[in-house]
């Protein structure tokens, strides 16, 4: 049962374009999200969060939205970069932190010259 | 620097060899948690800890122990390691005393261990 999907396992944009990363998840009781940042051979690390409360959160070219009727967010990076090339994976907890993280699936992103 | 290690970074063992993944973090965090990242499935969360000499099931516990006798330590323990148990493993640490925005989790590089 996966509480947390990103159906999506690769996307490919080209330098500049605006990259839209999308996670769905069923769980109503999940009251925070987060993105990580994954490059090969490190570490998952963290991009941006937003807890339920609100609907957006924006930190310099990353932008993440939140839809609770709908049970989904996505997150944008403008302008995309060759440097956000990556694996993005959503994340969420029912526990208003960071702790108990049920991940996502990752979407691979390619941006392109 | 905060960091979070994780030792091996590669291994590869046979069946039924013990074997331990050690982790340790700088942070003083409270709460530590180990997860396994297998194709097309994410990362899943095999073992966690709120704090010393409390550890507690994550969603994919069987076949691994955990202790943490310290507070900077949570060290993965495979007793009779099989080939499902070849995967790549990470390390997280977070605080407990999260302010909105920016509490997260801080992962380990990551251990690639193959089971023959």
């Known amino acids: 049962d996966q509480q947390v999907k990103q159906n999506s396992p690769s996307l490919s944009v080209q330098e500049g374009r605006i990259s839209i990363l999308n996670c769905d998840y069923t769980n109503s009781m999940f009251d925070y999200f987060l993105w990580y940042k994954k490059y090969p051979a490190e570490g998952p690390t963290f991009l941006i969060s937003?807890?339920?409360?609100?609907d957006k959160n924006e930190d310099g070219r990353f932008t993440v939205f939140l839809n609770k009727s709908a049970k989904h967010l996505s997150l944008h990076i403008v302008p995309s970069q060759p440097g956000d090339s990556a694996v993005y994976f959503c994340?969420?907890?029912?526990?208003?932190?960071?702790?108990?993280?049920?991940f996502g699936q990752g979407t691979r992103l390619t941006i392109n010259p | 620097e905060a960091q979070v290690t994780q030792n091996p970074r590669y291994l590869i063992t046979v069946t039924g060899k013990k074997l331990t993944v050690t982790c340790s973090q700088n942070?003083?965090?409270?709460?530590m948690s180990w997860y396994r990242q297998d194709p097309g499935l994410g990362l899943r969360q095999i073992y966690y800890s709120m704090n010393v000499e409390v550890t507690d099931k994550g969603d994919v516990p069987e076949g691994y122990k955990v202790s943490r006798k310290e507070k900077r330590n949570f060290p993965l323990i495979l007793e009779s390691p099989s080939p499902n148990q070849t995967s790549l493993y990470f390390c997280a640490s977070s605080s407990l005393a999260g302010v909105e925005s920016t509490d997260t989790q801080y992962f380990g590089p990551g251990t690639r261990l193959t089971v023959l």
């Open positions: 942070m003083n965090h409270e709460y």
């Open positions: 994340a969420a907890s029912a526990r208003g932190g960071a702790q108990k993280l049920v």
């Open positions: 937003i807890s339920s409360i609100k």
